[in-house]
């Protein structure tokens, strides 16, 4: 006897129920389905978050201010300025120094602002207006649409130019090209010198509600010359942005005449590292998401049990005249395993055909990403679990007795 | 189809291939053979002796009718002879094969060479060809599909079936799915054609068919044993044994018609 007839009576089998064997098979295409389309949205995800990072530069190191030991609040209130809580154009000059820092690019001030501007009657309120020098812009990864940057020049003689995002330009220039225009920031006129192409929205917020002028500018006319906001450093590769981040904290540590034990008054935060973070975040999710469409892959192959023990049940008598005429244990066996794998495998390949199907659209904002082990494991699990759930009814009718299985009703 | 046409289509049959039991040993012993053959059911408190010790021997073109009321152990006698149940004690040899040891695997073996079934409820796998119903015990037996299929074909031929082949059992009369199993218990040429009531679910004239059909094959040279409890489907043997309560109480032999229900009438008679 050839396994080529037992697999053709297998055959005949599901034939003889298409619709049982139709339901039991969408079972397991709905669990691989699930599994190839639910960890293809966590990847997606994921990646998502992980392009909204670079979108911000990835070398990038920011370095904030932070409340740091006892007493800062107290003259934060007064407004003097002690050895704590504050960030200074000298820090982020200092940051420059090859010897101590030679894994920082470069360093620039900021200062922000989120003034309303106008220009014929537009209003527009931009959520934030950085006061900063050139190299504010390829360590951030802006890059320019049109017009031009915001040169060292500007920054010395503190013009009153702007360089703005699109969100800003369509608002308040609508078709106009804002480049050579003016525009008014608390009765200040600005020119706008150029226009930045778009980043497109990081999350909630939108990244080209955005507008860039000169530190000194800013300083002048609308933050004062306190603190500032932030030091944004570049540091020289991906690789050296954690020594960087090492010599940024020695000199700041230094500058700000801190004992090694206090707590820093300042905070050096590290784009790497957030990727990283977001990294295992996403990768978590994608676990687990995986982990809930496995689960309903389980529930496909005990779906496979139980109709295969009807079959079974159903089909005694066929498995005494079989038996009757000789047909060996393995026979039987074989028949009812290969039915059970041939459910789980049909329904696999459907599932992989469903959940690549499924991937092509976007699901609840992200777009998916397909990751080709997830593929090649839900199909080899799904014919696993035919074995595995097919075993249990297969071996029932294999021992079946032949002379009950033919009085069998 | 006559007679010796059948026999000459039958001999055709009669190449199985090699088997691990060595089957097709020198047939110069009885078909069955029977030693003090006992068989009990279930644990010794409630025990049912099914058979008390049965010894019977048939030889190769016998036709033997093995009657008995219900619970006399006929069916038992013809789940031993049919390989399906091996004997609580005793000794069973099925064509010179000692059955009584055989393995699960083994015992299927024999009943695909040895033995061909026809059922009382014909025991056709439903919604299967007439001629994939025939195929069957081929395909447990490794004869390949070209060969397969024209042996069906010759063995549905040999039953009167041959413009039948292609229709599915419930697409046919009781009496032709009787003829279908007749085909498929002879188309692996066993030593032994084993009929359970073969006409017990038929009306006059299918019995008829099928009992003319069991008699070619007997006149063929095919061991028959049938297994009934009517006495004028006895009566087409050659040879009847009556059981009761697990043993043999008559064995008798005789061609002429009506022998059985003469002897029936008498023998209860004197029984009561």
């Known amino acids: 006897m050839r396994i080529r007839e037992v697999f053709r009576f297998a055959l005949a089998g599901l034939r003889a129920n298409k619709l049982r064997s139709a339901l039991t098979t969408l079972g397991i295409l709905i669990g691989v389905g699930a599994v190839i389309l639910l960890v293809a949205v966590g990847k997606g995800s994921g990646a998502q978050v992980q392009a909204n990072i670079n979108k911000l530069g990835t070398n990038l190191l920011t370095v904030s201010r932070q409340a740091g030991g006892f007493g800062q609040r107290a003259s934060r209130n007064t407004g003097t300025q002690s050895s704590v809580a504050s960030l200074t154009t000298a820090d982020a000059q200092a940051l420059l120094d090859p010897t101590n820092a030679p894994d920082v690019l470069s360093s620039s001030p900021v200062v922000t602002a989120s003034p309303t501007a106008t220009f014929s009657g537009a209003t527009h309120q931009i959520a934030q207006l950085v006061g900063s020098v050139p190299t504010y812009f390829s360590a951030t990864n802006w890059e320019l649409a049109e017009g031009s940057l915001i040169s060292d020049d500007d920054v010395t003689q503190a013009r009153k130019v702007i360089v703005i995002g699109q969100t800003v330009a369509t608002d308040l220039f609508g078709t106009t090209d804002p480049v050579g225009r003016q525009l008014q920031i608390n009765s200040v006129p600005y020119t706008v010198e150029g226009v930045l192409k778009a980043k497109g929205s990081t999350g909630l917020n939108d990244a080209d509600d955005f507008a860039v002028a000169p530190l000194t500018t800013v300083q002048n006319s609308l933050t004062g010359f306190g603190s500032l906001n932030q030091i944004v450093v570049e540091a020289k590769s991906a690789a050296a942005t954690t020594p960087a981040q090492d010599e940024i904290t020695s000199i ?44 309903s892959l389980v529930v496909g192959g005990i779906g496979i049990t139980n109709i295969m023990l009807v079959t079974v049940t159903e089909r005694t008598r066929e498995i005494g005249i079989r038996k009757a005429l000789g047909a060996p244990r393995a026979a039987i066996l074989g028949q009812f395993l290969i039915e059970a794998v041939l459910l789980s495998l049909i329904g696999g390949a459907l599932g992989v055909i469903a959940g690549l199907v499924g991937t092509r659209f976007t699901v609840a904002g992200v777009k998916p990403v397909i990751v080709p082990a997830s593929i090649a494991l839900a199909f080899a699990v799904s014919a696993l679990i035919g074995l595995f759930f097919g075993s249990f009814p297969a071996n029932r009718a294999a021992k079946l007795h032949p002379i009950q299985a033919l009085r069998h009703e | 189809m006559g007679g010796t046409a059948g026999a000459a289509g039958l001999d055709d049959l009669d190449d199985l291939g090699t088997t691990k039991l060595d089957l097709d040993a020198v047939p110069a012993h009885p078909v069955i053979e029977l030693g003090e053959v006992h068989k009990t059911y279930g644990m010794d408190g409630t025990a049912v002796h099914a058979l008390r010790g049965v010894s019977l021997s048939v030889p190769a073109g016998d036709y033997v009718a093995i009657m008995g009321a219900s619970g006399s152990g006929k069916s038992t006698m013809m789940n031993i002879i049919g390989c399906l149940d091996v004997p609580t004690s005793g000794r069973y040899l099925l064509d010179g094969i000692e059955v009584e040891h055989l393995s699960d695997r083994q015992l299927a073996l024999v009943r695909n060479r040895k033995i061909g079934f026809v059922f009382q409820s014909f025991n056709l796998l439903p919604r299967t060809t007439a001629l994939d119903n025939v195929e069957l015990p081929l395909v447990y037996a490794g004869v390949g599909t070209a060969e397969r299929r024209r042996r069906a074909r010759a063995a549905l031929e040999l039953v009167g079936l041959g413009d039948r082949v292609n229709h599915k059992p419930n697409e046919l009369s009781g009496g032709q799915q009787q003829r279908v199993a007749v085909a498929r218990a002879l188309v692996t040429a066993p030593s032994l054609i084993l009929a359970d009531e073969p006409t017990g679910n038929l009306d006059s004239t299918s019995s008829a068919d099928v009992m003319a059909l069991f008699d070619r094959l007997h006149r063929a040279g095919r061991t028959i044993v049938l297994i009934t409890h009517e006495h004028d489907i006895a009566e087409h043997a050659q040879r009847a044994i009556r059981l009761m309560d697990g043993r043999i109480v008559s064995d008798e032999r005789n061609g002429a018609r009506g022998w059985l229900s003469d002897r029936n009438s008498a023998q209860h008679g004197s029984a009561s």
């Open chain 1, 252 to 295: 700041l540590t230094a500058r700000h005449h801190l004992a090694a034990t206090a707590s820093p008054d300042f905070r050096v935060l590290n784009q790497q590292s957030l990727l990283a973070t977001s990294d295992s975040t996403t990768h978590t999710f994608t676990v687990l998401l995986g982990a809930v469409a496995a689960i």
